[in-house]
């Protein structure tokens, strides 16, 4: 009888411990998504306006109106996206976008112009990036920690504050260096393991 016990014990224990390492892994992958929204966001288009405007031959007040539009077009579009995770899944609604979010990235180094082809790219990189990535980021890690919803939202906003206050500088670094068109095919490249390894990671739900 003390055998059985103790091996119902230890079963107990290894599921506990299975839960825990799954929800650490999923916490993760949920964090890594939410960084790579990073070039899609206000402060990760900042560092290129003054590229757009020279290389564009475009002003700033051109800059900011196509920004807006693709702030309003994002957010017309968001809902859509959440309906269709509701129907498929978030997992499959990512294995969607991500590829698409960075092809994205891709096609900002070939810009020739503001109308159609800053205003279409940076519609779909504002979307793509602080909407959906976002958006599947968030509603999967409520759907894991519904007991400790705050604790984990506030463990996982630690990496990705961090990530988005020095976001910055590395775009900085990257478009001194290398030039801005360079730069988001760098952006793509160092994004596209984060989003796969975050497409491995995450799950739907614990069920």
Same mark, same amino acid.
């Given at each position: 009888?003390?055998?059985?016990?103790?091996?119902?014990?230890?079963?107990?224990?290894?599921?506990?411990?299975?839960?825990?390492?799954?929800?650490?892994?999923?916490?993760?992958?949920?964090?890594?998504?939410?960084?790579?929204?990073?070039?899609?966001?206000?402060?990760?288009?900042?560092?290129?306006?003054?590229?757009?405007?020279?290389?564009?031959?475009?002003?700033?007040?051109?800059?900011?109106?196509?920004?807006?539009?693709?702030?309003?077009?994002?957010?017309?579009?968001?809902?859509?996206?959440?309906?269709?995770?509701?129907?498929?899944?978030?997992?499959?609604?990512?294995?969607?976008?991500?590829?698409?979010?960075?092809?994205?990235?891709?096609?900002?180094?070939?810009?020739?112009?503001? !109308? $159609?082809?800053? +205003? *279409?790219? /940076?519609?779909?990189?504002? #979307?793509?990036?602080?909407?959906?990535?976002?958006?599947?980021? %968030?509603?999967?890690?409520?759907?894991?920690?519904?007991?400790?919803?705050?604790?984990?939202?506030?463990?996982?906003? !630690? $990496?990705?504050? +961090? *990530?988005? /206050?020095?976001?910055?500088? #590395?775009?900085?670094?990257?478009?001194?260096?290398?030039?801005? %068109?360079?730069?988001?095919?760098?952006?793509?490249?160092?994004?596209?393991?984060?989003?796969?390894?975050?497409?491995?990671?995450?799950?739907?739900?614990?069920?």
């Amino acid at each position: 009888m003390k055998s059985v016990a103790k091996i119902e014990n230890v079963k107990r224990q290894l599921i506990f411990l299975k839960k825990i390492t799954m929800h650490l892994y999923v916490a993760f992958a949920c964090a890594l998504v939410e960084i790579c929204s990073a070039p899609g966001h206000t402060f990760g288009v900042n560092e290129y306006i003054d590229s757009f405007i020279e290389d564009l031959g475009t002003s700033r007040n051109s800059v900011s109106g196509v920004w807006m539009f693709a702030s309003f077009f994002s957010a017309s579009l968001v809902v859509v996206v959440a309906r269709l995770m509701d129907k498929w899944s978030t997992r499959k609604v990512l294995a969607v976008v991500a590829p698409t979010y960075i092809l994205v990235l891709v096609l900002m180094r070939f810009i020739t112009n503001v !109308v $159609p082809e800053l +205003v *279409i790219l /940076m519609s779909f990189m504002r #979307l793509l990036g602080p909407e959906c990535l976002i958006l599947i980021s %968030r509603s999967t890690l409520n759907r894991w920690f519904v007991e400790q919803r705050g604790k984990a939202s506030a463990l996982m906003s !630690v $990496p990705t504050g +961090v *990530i988005f /206050m020095t976001q910055s500088i #590395l775009v900085s670094f990257l478009i001194k260096t290398y030039g801005w %068109r360079n730069s988001y095919s760098i952006t793509a490249l160092i994004l596209t393991p984060c989003l796969l390894i975050g497409l491995v990671f995450l799950r739907d739900s614990p069920e």
